[in-house]
């Protein structure tokens, strides 16, 4: 089961529209390429509305209806092949939570609070492997105590707000990993919790990935991104800007805006000054016609960044959409 | 000693929250004091009881035991005049800007509200004060005429920082002002704040979860688990040598964004970028 020469997910050019409700067309989305090998581990980063969400929402199928997605993205399995772009409902569910897991930001309100644990963690094992219900409740109370749960024989009785938060994100891990999926995509599970609560969340996923489960972390934290994961995909606008070796980008950024998100990352016992990006995120509606970055952009220079750009490749394993890196 | 003017001390604090079957010790006897000019970082995660000290610190809620002093003057004792007095020069940020904005009358009324409460000035000199206030925090004048529905999350932190500004306080309460923000926007608020305070000369408490953000604001620090202090002191002496071991779980949750953490060096794998 090693790597194939075919990533476990590769997406080409993937974009997203949506119709608003005064008829505008709202790209979200625009020509994103991703792709994560089995047993890889990818960090999503960039600032809200940059469409990190939207984009890993629209490879498993879950955007509304105003949504349209194009592109291609597939899932490669050994010798088969799956398009998710446009695959229907009923395929979806082979895939959705049985090959890819999920896990959301705010565990509150991804539960059902109505629902004991034990059925939210079982019913979706009982639908995707037809096991008994003794196994499957068998499974989820082991999936519990693997992500640090204690005593899970009690605890998979309980509601949702019978735990804390840091719980409650926990048993949505749990939840995800029940089925064993080979990807586990990861939005911004640590957000709403507290740092020490985050560390261990993340020792978590260190050890799943360790164990061969291929992880995608979106995020807006680079220290997060940068304890988790090998490589990193900077959206802006919905774009990629750059992406590469997570330590490449973060160690030696190339693109203004992977600069400026580390500029505006404090770390402690780091005395350099602040370093903050002026402006605000986009208008996706209203978007420059050149780079999107421009007008937030140190280094505008006119006329070469009202030009859109292209993602230029830049050593073997970077590519960084600005002219400027030509000369890199 | 030529320590600076105390401005604010409190002394003891306790507040249980009541409930069923006993009730919350929220605050357990916490003492402090902020000087003039300076900024005290209060860190401690959810639940450690930052949020309702600072509620205390201004008598937004009453204390079960234990004293405030501003200034010298007790202020649990004081009678409603006096106290509406004294807390036009505390003003507070809240973490959500969207929560703590009016959200049916403009950004410019919003920030002149501490006025016009004040009866301070006319209707004009108001909506002056109010378009300056907005530049200093860097939205111009045209924001004055927009909702803060309009406005981006950042913008509408800049605006409730312009309404804080309004009556120049001497106290500052900022209660995770920036946890709700995106990073970039983050450090522009951070920045805003310090170069504020270095301008008008208030002093600040400043809660937060994140460490950093205290090491870079604050000269001291206060570390509160549970309703308690479990350290106190200098941020760099804290930081540099934390004596309680919360103190050294929190800080061993940070992860750096500059440079790898130590002893968590991914092992190099087969290539994972696509050819």
């Known amino acids: 089961m090693q790597t194939q020469d075919r990533p476990l997910l590769d997406v080409r050019g993937l974009g997203v529209d949506f119709r608003t409700r005064d008829h505008e067309r709202l790209t979200a989305v625009k020509d ?23 984009s890993m929402r629209a490879l498993l199928g879950l955007l509304p209806q105003n949504a349209t997605v194009h592109g291609s993205a597939t899932w490669n399995e050994g010798t088969s092949s799956t398009e998710l772009v446009g695959l229907p409902a009923r395929q979806f569910q082979a895939i959705r939570g049985r090959k890819i897991g999920m896990v959301f930001q705010n565990a509150m309100q991804a539960l059902n609070p109505t629902i004991p644990l034990k059925r939210q963690l079982t019913e979706h094992l009982r639908w995707h492997s037809a096991c008994t219900r003794a196994e499957a409740e068998k499974r989820a109370i082991r999936a519990l105590g693997d992500v640090g749960i204690p005593e899970p024989e009690r605890r ?31 939005d911004e599970p640590t957000t709403a919790v507290d740092v020490t609560v985050q560390k261990q969340i993340l020792d978590l996923l260190v050890d799943l990935r360790d164990r061969g489960t291929a992880v995608v972390m979106v995020t807006h934290d680079l220290g997060v991104a940068r304890y988790l994961c090998e490589d990193v995909v900077v959206l802006y606008s919905g774009q990629v800007m750059e992406s590469a070796r997570l330590g490449e980008a973060l160690d030696r950024p190339v693109h203004p805006y992977t600069k400026g998100l580390l500029g505006s990352a404090l770390d402690l016992g780091d005395p350099s000054p602040l370093r903050p990006i002026g402006g605000n995120p986009p208008d996706l509606v209203d978007r420059p016609p050149g780079c999107a970055f421009q007008p937030r952009c140190v280094d505008d220079d006119g006329a070469r960044c009202a030009e859109p750009q292209e993602l230029i490749t830049v050593g073997a394993t970077r590519e960084v959409r600005c002219w400027r890196s030509i000369d890199e | 000693m030529s320590e600076p003017q105390v401005l604010l001390r409190a002394v003891n604090l306790v507040k249980d929250f009541g409930g069923r079957g006993g009730g919350t010790r929220a605050v357990d006897t916490v003492s402090l004091e902020v000087a003039a000019g300076e900024t005290l970082g209060i860190v401690g995660e959810s639940g450690s009881g930052k949020s309702t000290l600072a509620r205390l610190l201004i008598r937004l809620i009453e204390p079960t035991s234990g004293q405030v002093f501003y200034r010298g003057e007790d202020v649990l004792a004081l009678a409603p005049g006096d106290l509406r007095r004294l807390r036009s020069q505390w003003q507070m940020v809240f973490q959500n800007p969207f929560g703590s904005l009016l959200p049916h009358i403009s950004v410019a009324d919003n920030v002149s509200e501490p006025l016009r409460i004040g009866r301070i000035g006319d209707r004009r000199s108001r909506r002056a004060r109010a378009e300056e206030l907005l530049e200093t925090v860097g939205l111009a004048k045209r924001h004055g005429d927009l909702y803060p529905h309009a406005l981006s999350g950042g913008q509408n932190q800049r605006v409730a920082i312009a309404r804080a500004l309004a009556l120049e306080p001497e106290l500052l309460i900022c ?101």
């Open chain 1, 156 to 186: 998979i009785r309980m509601y949702p707000f019978q735990l804390s938060g840091g719980m409650r994100q926990r048993a949505m891990i749990a939840m995800a990993l029940v089925a064993e999926p080979r990807l586990l995509i990861a």
């Open chain 2, 175 to 275: 209660d995770e002002p920036t946890s709700a923000l995106d990073v970039s926007i983050q450090a522009q608020i951070l920045s805003l704040l310090m170069g504020l305070q270095a301008e008008l000369g208030f002093s600040m408490v400043f809660i937060t979860h994140n460490l950093a953000v205290v090491e870079r604001l604050a000269g001291r620090v206060l570390v509160m688990d549970r309703g308690r202090v479990v350290e106190a002191g200098p941020t760099a002496e804290v930081f540099g040598n934390p004596a309680d071991p919360y103190t050294r779980a929190l800080l061993g949750s940070v992860l750096p964004a500059h440079r790898p953490l130590e002893g968590a060096e991914i092992p190099e794998r087969t290539s994972l970028v696509d050819d």
């Open chain 1, 32 to 54: 994103v390429s991703i792709s994560v090998a089995a047993g890889g581990s990818l960090a999503i980063v960039g600032e809200s509305g940059s469409g990190k969400s939207v």
